[in-house]
């Protein structure tokens, strides 16, 4: 079992910054494939940024087009954390933020999971709001 706890999440004003993180219990964190969803009010949960390791040595990152270039996705594998940095936050980055923890094996590979169903492990969320 792996549980998830995000923090950092808050108010910002629109062109800010904010960083989340994600810690997990668990062993074999460097194994997982860490990614971040969010919801907004009325809408599907969408992908955001995942990452992952391979060999433990190389690391492959992916983005959602809304985020690229704004927001960066890292991870520290002594302290089980994976982190989102936001930057030039806007308006409709506004959501709940959730940490996600995927277990299937992608070695070998450059694959990024982006789909909700690869994941299988999921933080609580936390709320990111960008006034305008």
């Known amino acids: 079992q792996v549980q998830l706890v995000e923090s950092g999440g808050g108010l910002v004003q629109a062109g800010g910054s904010l960083r989340l993180s994600c810690a997990a219990s668990?062993?074999?964190?460097?194994?997982?494939?860490m990614g971040w969803f969010r919801q907004a009010p009325g809408k599907e949960r969408d992908f955001v940024a995942a990452?992952?390791?391979?060999?433990?040595?190389?690391?492959?990152?992916g983005y959602a087009d809304s985020v690229k270039g704004r927001f960066t996705i890292s991870r520290d594998n002594a302290k089980n954390t994976v982190y989102l940095q936001m930057n030039s936050l806007k308006s409709e980055d506004t959501a709940v933020y959730y940490c996600?923890?995927?277990?299937?094996?992608?070695?070998?590979?450059?694959?990024?999971?982006?789909?909700?169903?690869?994941?299988?492990?999921w933080g609580q969320g936390t709320q990111v709001t960008v006034s305008s």
């Open positions: 668990g062993r074999t964190f460097s194994r997982y494939a």
């Open positions: 990452i992952r390791w391979s060999a433990g040595i190389v690391y492959y990152a």
């Open positions: 996600a923890a995927g277990t299937l094996d992608y070695s070998g590979t450059n694959y990024i999971p982006k789909s909700e169903t690869e994941y299988d492990y």
